[in-house]
């Protein structure tokens, strides 16, 4: 493999900033809707916040990649005096919560950062962060060429792991047929 560079952007979290308003949620679901803006749909956001007022505790992540099982960390971390499960900090698509799964299909939901077109400055997260809590970055580093899934393909991966790929094969043969 060879080096090549990469913009990479990040989405950072000030946690001691953030007081679970949720201007984050519905600004990427508005952007994510179809029509774009037509509607506001938590459930198809790419962030969400994870809220445990008991605790004070106001997180909020962005969707990651999916995977198919699991993870068997149950740790508990303490920031400032304030505990924190793990799941807290985790944002992936998987089977053990309904968090970043689009709601009518099941499939996983990916952060892309609002990359469309038009071509936002920012995230809309970070434009509509009043609190000023997500903070954007982009920087160049050096990384092994990699091939990486696209929407389609992961969501076609999630279905293989949810149903097996012969009944995959045989819906879209069917769904084909059919006209």
Known sequence: M???KK?????????????GCRACELACSA????PKYSSINPARSRIRMVIDPLNDEYVPIRAAEYTRSEC???????????????CSFCGASCPARDLFKEPDSGLPLRCDMC????????PLCVQWCLAK??????YEEEVEEQVKLGDMETGLK?????????????????MSQKG
Do not use: M, W
């Open 31 to 34: 952007f994510h809707a179809n």
């Open 133 to 138: 809590a997500l903070i954007y970055e982009e």
């Open 72 to 86: 068997d960390g149950r740790n508990a971390y303490v920031i400032s005096g304030k505990e924190y499960s793990e």
């Open 2 to 4: 060879s080096k090549v």
């Open 158 to 174: 999630s279905l293989v792991d949810k149903y097996g790929f012969q009944k995959l094969v045989d819906a879209i043969t069917r």
């Open 115 to 122: 990359e469309d077109d038009p071509e936002q400055k920012e």
């Open 7 to 19: 913009k990479v952007k990040v989405i950072k979290v000030d946690l001691d900033k953030c007081n």
